[in-house]
Nanobody, 121 residues
Framework: VQLQASGGGLVQAGGSLRLSCAAS????????MGWFRQAPGKEREFVAA????????YYADSVKGRFTISRDSAKNTVYLQMSSLKPEDTAVYYC???????????????WGQGTLVTVSS
């Protein structure tokens, strides 16, 4: 299984950015795909997750209403659309794949390499 995250960059506060996670190596219809982030000096935290088969989504309270997770089965890609970005959203964002929904990174078996998002004030 390979996960390739991309789409990070520098954006001003209030702006938008879309992250992509291209998945390969197997069929992901039974997986849960998650996005986590890690800010400098902080622990990695849950951001959002989606059940690939049903499309059911989960969000951290800190991003609810601003971020949207989605998937494109034809492209085997998961997206994280981020809007109304704040400086505190600055972090390295990681995509991950697991067999069950969890907000704990320990439950996700596969990880992408991370993509840096920097939000300037």
């Amino acid at each position: 299984v390979q996960l390739q995250a991309s789409g990070g960059g520098l954006v001003q506060a209030g702006g938008s950015l879309r992250l992509s996670c291209a998945a390969s190596g197997r069929t992901f219809s039974s997986y849960v795909m998650g996005w986590f982030r890690q800010a400098p000096g902080k622990e990695r935290e849950f951001v959002a997750a989606i059940r690939w088969g049903s499309g059911f989504t989960y969000y951290a309270d800190s991003v609810k209403g601003r971020f949207t997770i989605s998937r494109d089965s034809a492209k085997n890609t998961v997206y994280l659309q981020m809007s109304s970005l704040k400086p505190e959203d600055t972090a390295v964002y990681y995509c991950a794949a697991g067999w069950a929904y969890s907000r704990s990174q320990r439950e996700y078996a596969y990880w992408g390499q991370g993509t840096l998002v920097t939000v300037s004030s």
